[in-house]
């Protein structure tokens, strides 16, 4: 994908919860994997990302989570569009995605992981990863 360093790839900073980033990667996965089993699911996600349904691999969740630099996140998690899934993506347009295009995505992806992803990934309860940091933190 073209262009793709110059878009913010950042979905959340969220406050540490009770596991690791990966940890958190290896739940991202496993519910990307399960939303993924049934086929009007994954044409459903496929429609909220813009992206045809074949192209949606398990193994590729849209998202990674990544510790915050120390010393400027020290109990955060940085919730990141993931690059592979970015990558395949661009494979899909053809190789040639604009900033426009990217951009997009990204805020797809960030709705997506909002509106779908998180409450799966991290259960009312589950402490899996603490509540999104805002500005004043």
């Known amino acids: 994908m073209t262009e793709e360093n110059e878009v913010s790839k950042l979905v959340e900073v969220s ?25 009007d699911a994954r044409a459903e996600i496929a429609g909220i990302l813009s992206v045809n349904a074949g192209a949606l691999d398990p ?17 955060g998690i940085l919730i990141s569009v993931g690059t592979a899934f970015l990558m395949a993506a661009g494979k899909e347009a053809g190789g040639v995605v604009g900033k426009a295009a990217a951009e997009a995505l990204v805020a797809a992806i960030r709705n997506f992981w909002n509106s779908r992803m998180r409450d799966e990934v991290s259960p009312f309860g589950s402490n899996v990863l603490g509540q999104p940091k805002t500005g004043d933190e």
């Open 15 to 39: 406050n540490a919860g009770a596991v690791d980033e990966d940890q958190v990667n290896a739940k991202i996965l496993e519910v990307w994997q399960q939303m993924l089993r049934d086929d």
């Open 59 to 75: 193994s590729t969740p849209p998202v990674v989570a990544e510790g915050g630099p120390s010393g400027i996140l020290l109990s």
